[in-house]
Each structure stands twice: as structure tokens, then as C-alpha cells.
């Protein structure tokens, strides 16, 4: 199977690309919702990208790279009434919510803001610059997963994004 890209969310006050750093390999536990959790489980696999990026922050934007070092697998959070993901419905024997284990791989020199995506010549259909798209792990295209590298490595070196062109 080819090689995906997604970007998967996290507040950077509750886990940080310098927390994976640290950790080197982490859980991406606490998904509550079915479309993010449909992916999760079904289509997420070992060796796909991940532009890991810092929600609720200001600005958002994305911080680094990772990969996906095992494929979905039940979240054991949603089981334990002491966690905050806690889901009292969610049965081991049918779980409900699902979660995969991701790999640091690099932390951008500096941020790649949301607003410099959404003004960056081809990332116009990529789903996190659409308004009011908050879902916590989205899909990538590969030319979208190429300019994000590119903006991501050359970040703080202050360079202009290529403007859009009419259409």
C-alpha cells in the first residue's frame, strides 16, 4: 500500500512536538470523534507521515514531523474511569475508540503558521485552512505534504510564501 500523510492536532500545553521529541515514540490517545477515529482504525498504517501540528495555540500552525510506528489499535484511555478520555459507553470487547503510536521524526525551526498556509500557493484545498474545520486528524496529499516540508525546514529564514494565482 502507498505511503499517506496526515496532520494530527495537539495542544501544545498538553503534548508538544518537544514532548515527542523527549518521548521519542507516543500513543496518539484521547480521539472522540467517529470520522478522526474512522481513520484511526481503517486507514492510518505504519510508515505514513504525520505533520504534527499545535492546535489552540497562538498561532497554530504546524511545529514538526512524525510517523506512524504502529497501526490502530483500541484506546485503553477510553477504559479508565482516571483518565480524561474516560468513556464510560466505550467496551473493551467492542471498543469504540481507537489510537495509533507515532514516532518523533523532526521539530521545524520554527512554526509554520496557519495563516501562512492558507496563503501558500497549493495547500488551498488542504483541510485544516478551511474555516471551521477542527477535525483533530486529516488527510494530506503528497504535493500538500511537499510544500509543508518545504515551508517547515525553510521556517525562520523569512521567506515570503508564493502567492496564489487567480483563478
Known sequence: MAKRYWLMKSEPDV???????????????GVRNYQARNLLRDQIRVGDGVLFYHSN????????????VKNGYPDHTAFDPESPYHDPKSDPDAPRWFMVDV??????PALVPLATL????GLEDMVVTKKGMR?????VTR???RIVLRLGRRAGKERAPRPRESR
Request: proline share 7%.
Open 135 to 139: 477535525l483533530s486528524v486529516q488527510p
Open 57 to 68: 495555540a497562538k498561532p497554530p500552525g504546524v511545529a514538526g514531523v512524525a510517523k506512524v
Open 118 to 121: 492558507q496563503q501558500t500557493a
Open 143 to 145: 504535493e500538500e505534504w
Open 15 to 29: 503534548y508538544s512536538i518537544e514532548d515527542l521529541r523527549r518521548d521519542e515514540v507516543c500513543h496518539w490517545e
Open 103 to 108: 514516532a518523533f521524526v523532526e521539530a521545524f
